[in-house]
Each structure stands twice: as C-alpha cells, then as structure tokens.
DNA sequence: TGTACATCAGTGAACGCGCGTTCACTGATGTAC
DNA sequence: TGTACATCAGTGAACGCGCGTTCACTGATGTAC
C-alpha cells in the first residue's frame, strides 16, 4: 500500500465519520455519498473497501481504540480524587462532547447496525469492561468482589454510561440548566451502584 | 374511517413490524416493502399514513402502550414473590423473548433512529419508568429514597433491562447455558442495584 | 542520480434496479331517504 | 328493506433519481538497475 493509499483510505474513514450526523444510522449512508465527501469517483472506493460493511467494521475499530486509550488515561489520571465518581463522570460527559462522533458511532449502531457490526461492537465493549476491571482491581477500590462480580459490575457500569453518551449527543446546545441536572442525576446512579458494589457480600 | 380502512391501517403495521429483523433499522425498510407486505399497492399506503415517520410513530404508540401494560402486569402480579429480582427478570425474559419484534423497535431505534422517533421512544420510556417509580411506591419497598431519587434508581433499572432485552434478542436459538449465565449475571446486576439502592440514605 | 517499467490509485461511462411520489381512475363501503 | 349517491380505499402507469457495481482506461507512484 502506498502512501497516497494509506492517506485517502484515511479520508474514506474520516468522511463516514462526518457523515454520521445524528438521526444517521451507517445503513442509511451511501457509497456514494462517502466517496462524494472523501473526494473520489464512486468508483474509486473499491480500491480501499471491499464494501460498506467492511468500511463499518475499520471505523468501529478505529473508533473502539480511540475510545478504551482516552478512557484508560482518564480513569488512571483521576485516580487520586477525593470526589471520584463524579470527577470521572463529569470528565467523561466533556469528552463525549469534544468527539460526538465516536460516540455516535458505538450507540447508534450497539442495537441498530448489521450483525456482523453489532458483534463486532459488542467485542469493542467487552475490552472496555475488562480494562475498568482490571483497573479497579489494581488500585483495590472494591477489594471485597470476586473478579467474576467485578466484571459483571464493570458491564452495568459500562451499560448506564453508554447510555448516558448517547442522552449526552441529544442534549440541546445551549441548555446548561438540562445539563448539570441530568449529569448529577447520572453521578447519583453510579454513587448507588457503587454503594451497591462495595457492599456486596460473595456468595449471600 | 371504514372498517375495511382499519383492517388495512393495522395489516401496515403488523407487516412493518413483521419486517423487523434482526439488523435492520427503520430507515432501512421501504414504503413499497411495506405495502407490498400489507398486501396493498404502494400508493394506497399514503391513504392510512402521510409518510413512514408517521408509521414509525404510530408503531412505537403501539409498541410502548402494549409493553407498559404487559410490564405492570408482570409487576404486580409477582409481588408475593420471595424471590422477587430473580423471578421479575425471568419473567421479563421469557416476555422478550416471546415478543422479539416490540423490543426490537425500541432498543433498535431509541439510539439510532430519526430524531421525531427517538423522542416518542424516550417519551415511552419516561412513562415506563415512572410507572415502575410508582409501583415500588405503592409496594413502599424502597421506603428510604425520595421520590426524586427513587425515579432515578428506576432509571437505572429500565436501562439495564433494555439493554438486556437488547441482548436477548442476539442471542442464539440452542445455547441453554448463554442464555441460564447471561440471565444470572443481570439478576447479580439487579441485586446489586436494588442492593444499593435499599442502603441508600439521601443527604449523604 | 537517472531511467525503464511494474504496480497501484483514480477515472468516467454505462447498466439495471428499487425507490418515493404524482395522477387520474375504478370499484367497494357506508349512509340518507 | 331497497335504492341512489357520496365518500373512501385500492389501482396501475408513469416520472425522475440515486443507488451499487462492471469495465476498460489513464495517470501517478514506487522500485530495480
């Protein structure tokens, strides 16, 4: 692969990237109109993507690592907090809104996409879990869970601040009032879940 | 409006929701697929619906007042339960999995469908929680939590359900020991939760 | 460093297809007397 | 209960459009000597 390859193959990627605005989901996204924005003939994608689900499936991964090194670094450099949870919370919530797209990528095609994407996502999920485990387990934050609880944590944790990235991507612009009510109502729900967790006795 | 026009009204919308496969998304799904499903010509579609938004709306209004009715039902009538949790989410399982296509359309398009649709599912969803805020009120089994706090928990609870349900719907026809595993691990998820939520003291 | 040549990336015309939507129409259904 | 008529539901031809994909091509890039 050659060195203007590498760089339009980049351009494909970015386009579809732009492309998903929100409302879009990768379906309705044509090969066309990413070859149109990434400023090729139509023609011409073939070169770099045997198809549109092949496409799909290099921007899953590329956005999937984006994702788990950002996170990674986040919950590492928060580690000292005295306020935790919602330090990491609200850290998460800005990083949402700096890089919607990402975002916009693994919620909008986690249930709607093509199977083979949505499997693929779902792979992408499973590493974020088993990160923030292994992190809460290096720095013993609940000492008292199995390893097996512990994952099983770390996905509903993952589970509600999915949920929380795709409520973040329709959050009107200018409503700071909407914002800070809905990101202290998320940090209460990981406060409980937490509580929940460092309670929790094996084998009740 | 005849009676034949409301025969066929609802013959486009079982046939919509017939169309909801696994992977395929609203938008993916044409009006002449539609109509020719309905067993109607494709223009005579425009005399029920101005447009498949409109369609879209009309099925999550369906989707939603069914699902409501059959989850409330489920809650009250497992309210003697010893194991309440578990049974619940048993319940809840064996409901989804007996009625795949009404989640499909919720999981499928609350994240990645238009913008008009996605409103109406988080609308559906608000009443959701609300009746289960509700329930466990009446049942007081959560008697230390405000009624601003206990609507988040339930929040909580309903996320992780429709991610489950979503889950539920992926998982392969044969493979009992996924589905008794997968099944366990929301219940420990559940407890968690409700765990949390039942040691939770507000102005902490 | 210069040249010849192979490989690779991008082009543009062409195809057949299913799409949403318009229109004037026909036949079925419901109602007023 | 029977009939005349208005309204309503369904038809079928037609349109222009954007789609994915094929193909033979041209020009750019990289490499071997």
Known sequence: ???????????IMDAAL????????FKSI???????????VPTAFYRHFRSMDQLALALVDDCGRTLRIQ????????HGSKHLIRDSFLLFRDYVEAHP???AVVSGERHGGSPLVREAIRTEIERFIEEMAEDISALS???NLSWHTLLNVCDLV??????AASEILDWPKGSERLRK?????YVQQLHILFFGAASWRERR
């Not at 732009?18 to 989901?25: D, I, M, T, W």
């Not at 993952?158 to 949920?163: E, Y």
């Not at 009510?181 to 109502?185: D, F, G, I």
């Open 158 to 163: 993952v589970n509600t601040i999915l949920s």
């Open 141 to 143: 934050l609940l000492p």
């Open 30 to 40: 044509s090969l066309r109109e990413v070859a149109g924005a990434a400023g090729i």
């Open 71 to 78: 996170l990674r670094r986040m919950r590492l450099q928060n």
């Open 101 to 103: 797209k990402y975002f």
């Open 181 to 185: 009510k809905r990101s202290e109502a």
């Open 1 to 11: 692969m050659t060195e203007r390859g590498r760089r339009t193959r980049r351009a």
């Open 18 to 25: 732009e492309l998903f605005a929100p409302g879009r989901s």
